[in-house]
């Protein structure tokens, strides 16, 4: 079945440090989406891709990096780790439009900034 | 102006009733409406996505969409404890034509008690 996967779901790491989280679908969907989600500001976007080579930034992509090399794949970097991005962060996808953007997530990755 | 809003809750139902949720939303040119649910440790899961004015059932759900108030609802009847989650309204932010960005309220917080 097509799906939506992350990895690690947890991540334990110290200030200053690079971290990637991995992001992958199957459904071969266009855009693809990275959030996080902390108590008091709900999901909130941090980068975003309509298709391979192609990135955006979100509402609160400083600290943040993400490329795009294939469908599947969008690995989210955090350059230097924070303590004050220390989240929950969800990747999500959608199909391109002509029909709904619904967005699918996925199971998500709890990171601890030390 | 917070783009899309929500009251946080928490909001308590008695099981059997109907529990009603609302959101609000600033930009008049929005056009997809989504509800997720989420229960606590999980992702968000689509609920129902609503795109035209009025009701639009599924089972014990009923979206409500008003476009000249900038408001849309979801009802949930005969509420179960396995409703008890938050519940995430998201509207959509970007070009529709691209499957867009959504903006998500904080989320109302749904507790149904036995």
């Known amino acids: 079945d097509a799906e939506i996967t992350q990895s690690p779901r947890h991540k334990i790491t110290e200030t200053g440090r690079q971290v990637t989280l991995a992001c992958h679908q199957t459904w071969n969907h266009n855009n693809m989406f990275w959030y996080r989600q902390d108590l008091g500001h709900g999901l909130r976007l941090i980068h975003y891709?309509?298709?391979?080579?192609?990135?955006n930034k979100g509402e609160v992509s400083d600290g943040y990096s993400v490329s795009r090399s294939n469908t599947e794949d969008l690995p989210l970097t955090l350059e230097s780790a924070a303590s004050s991005q220390t989240s929950v962060y969800f990747c999500a996808s959608s199909p391109l439009a002509g029909g709904t953007d619904t967005q699918y997530f996925g199971p998500g990755t709890r990171l601890t900034v030390l | 102006q917070k783009e899309v809003e929500q009251n946080s809750g928490p909001l308590s139902v008695p099981e059997g009733a109907i529990a009603s949720l609302n959101c609000t939303y600033s930009d008049r040119g929005s056009q997809s409406f989504f509800w997720y649910r989420q229960y606590s440790g999980k992702s968000p899961e689509l609920i129902m996505f609503?795109?035209?004015?009025g009701d639009k059932e599924d089972g014990r759900f009923t979206a409500q969409l008003n476009k000249a108030s900038q408001y849309v609802s979801l009802l949930i009847r005969d509420s179960q404890p396995s409703d008890s989650a938050t519940y995430l309204c998201a509207v959509n932010g970007g070009h529709y034509n691209q499957g867009g960005k959504l903006i998500f309220g904080q989320g109302t917080e749904l507790s149904v008690k036995p």
């Open positions: 609503i795109y035209s004015n």
């Open positions: 891709s309509y298709g391979v080579q192609d990135t």
